[in-house]
């Protein structure tokens, strides 16, 4: 495990994103995401009848909506030791094979650092 200090501060701001936004909404996960720009889109997993999203995916589409047109990284924080295969695939469709995802505990600390590829 890495402590996410060891981080970059781009990075570090992600994780801490991602993890006030599970921490404050009371949800399984979440999510921040850094677009070409360098903006940051937030998001918490959407559990309604109708509509399932994890906190990642979730993010992904707020940053399309927002006119996002390619990612730099993206975290998410769960209790999950890999991102899914569909939040990968979500964050490559926008940002890319190389994107990197940072994974991190409830805890803050980085679990994982994979790319979406």
């Known amino acids: 495990m890495t402590e996410s200090t060891d981080l970059g501060a781009e990075d570090r701001k992600i994780v801490t994103l991602a993890r006030s936004a599970r921490a404050r909404n009371g949800v399984p996960e ?5 677009d070409e720009t360098g903006r940051t889109y937030v998001a918490g997993t959407v559990q309604l009848e ?3 999203l994890s906190a990642l995916r979730t993010a992904v589409a ?3 909506a927002s006119g996002a047109t390619s990612l730099e990284a ?4 769960s209790e999950a030791q890999a991102p899914s295969d569909e939040d990968l695939a979500a964050v490559r469709d926008l940002g890319g094979a190389d994107t990197p995802v940072l994974l991190a505990g409830p805890d803050g600390v980085l679990r994982l650092s994979v790319t979406a590829g």
């Not at 979440?30 to 850094?34: I, K, L």
């Not at 993206?74 to 924080?77: I, K, N």
């Open 30 to 34: 979440g999510a921040a995401v850094r």
């Open 50 to 52: 109708s509509l399932r």
């Open 62 to 64: 707020m940053a399309v």
């Open 74 to 77: 993206a975290a998410v924080v």
